[in-house]
């Protein structure tokens, strides 16, 4: 992707949701423009030249420091994760980079395996995914099924009717993996995949679209989602997401629900549904990272 383009519309995304009355700038009833802050204004928070942060938001400022950046951070009302975004956005460089195809350990399959009521999977760069255990397979669809380049769980959730329709409220499941898979492309900004992922659900999803416009970013952590399923109908499960030691670009993820409540009642059919089986905890790095295409 471009940097430049990458960062300027990053920060005037962020110029844009901020109102100046909030920020303690006086307007004096004068119409304007655009929404939010303006450049000068950034300028005037974060304590530089409008000429400077004119340059830094293009990108052609050199030398930036650090305490710049939290500057600015701090001037645009940046959480953790997007002032870690900005300043990968502003030390991005270089040409692409070879990246290598990610492995999942044996080990870590068998874990997966061991859990027959909690369904499990291994996401990856660009959010590949890497693994997946039987009540996971289950519970959202057959992935031993579908063609390697397609295991990929943004391509699913907006390109695969059947694991689309898995979740009652898909708008915010659509937000939190575009938000998620921006973050991912800051991290990894040398890496050509990306860019044919991303064109290629630009081009087959106008949803897709239209949500990366808003260049929202999230990290995958932990929370809820309320999902749909033909064999037991709606229920609510409680996501977790770790990182794993020795690759940082790899992310368990684990389903579980309340215990004793109608959502773990419905875990346990799709497990005894996972028995038969559907698709055992297979790694899909054999697949060539064409695009690569929770």
């Given at each position: 992707?471009?940097?430049?383009?990458?960062?300027?519309?990053?920060?005037?995304?962020r110029r844009a949701r901020i109102r100046p009355?909030?920020?303690?700038?006086?307007?004096?009833?004068?119409?304007?423009?655009?929404?939010?802050?303006?450049?000068?204004?950034?300028?005037?928070?974060?304590?530089?030249?409008?000429?400077?942060?004119?340059?830094?938001e293009q990108g052609r400022a050199e030398n930036v420091s650090d305490a710049i950046v939290d500057a600015v951070a701090r001037a645009l009302r940046l959480d953790p994760v997007e002032t870690g975004h900005l300043h990968r956005l502003v030390r991005a460089g270089g040409g692409p980079l070879p990246t290598p195809v990610q492995q999942v350990r044996p080990g870590l399959r068998r874990l997966m395996d061991s859990m027959p009521h909690t369904p499990a999977y291994v996401v990856g760069r660009r959010?590949?995914?890497?693994?997946?255990?039987?009540?996971?397979?289950?519970?959202m669809i057959d992935?031993?099924?579908?063609?390697?380049?397609?295991?990929?769980?943004?391509?699913?959730?907006?390109?695969?009717?059947?694991?689309?329709?898995?979740?009652?409220?898909?708008?915010?499941?659509?937000?939190?993996?575009?938000?998620?898979?921006?973050?991912?492309l800051g991290r990894h900004p040398g890496d050509p995949a990306y860019p044919a992922l991303i064109g290629e659900l630009s081009d087959a999803s106008p949803e897709f679209r239209r949500l990366w416009e808003r260049q929202e970013i999230r990290e995958k952590t932990h929370g809820s989602y309320h999902l749909r399923h033909p064999a037991v109908g709606?229920?609510?499960?409680?996501?977790?997401?770790?990182?794993?030691?020795?690759?940082?670009?790899?992310?368990?993820?684990?389903?579980?629900?309340?215990e004793g409540s109608p959502s773990q009642a419905a875990l346990h059919v799709l497990a005894e549904l996972a028995e038969r089986p559907l698709a055992p905890a297979v790694p899909a790095a054999s697949a060539a990272p064409g695009p690569d295409v929770s």
């Open positions: 992707m471009n940097r430049r383009a990458d960062l300027g519309a990053f920060l005037r995304s009355e909030d920020a303690g700038i006086r307007g004096f009833g004068e119409r304007r423009r655009v929404p939010g802050l303006r450049r000068e204004e950034v300028a005037q928070l974060a304590g530089v030249s409008a000429d400077y942060y004119t340059r830094f959010t590949d995914v890497l693994a997946w255990n039987a009540p996971m397979a289950a519970m992935f031993a099924a579908l063609p390697p380049e397609r295991l990929n769980k943004a391509w699913l959730v907006f390109c695969h009717e059947e694991l689309g329709s898995r979740f009652v409220d898909r708008e915010a499941k659509a937000r939190d993996i575009v938000a998620y898979l921006r973050l991912d709606e229920f609510t499960v409680a996501y977790e997401s770790l990182t794993l030691p020795g690759d940082p670009d790899q992310t368990l993820v684990t389903y579980t629900a309340e």
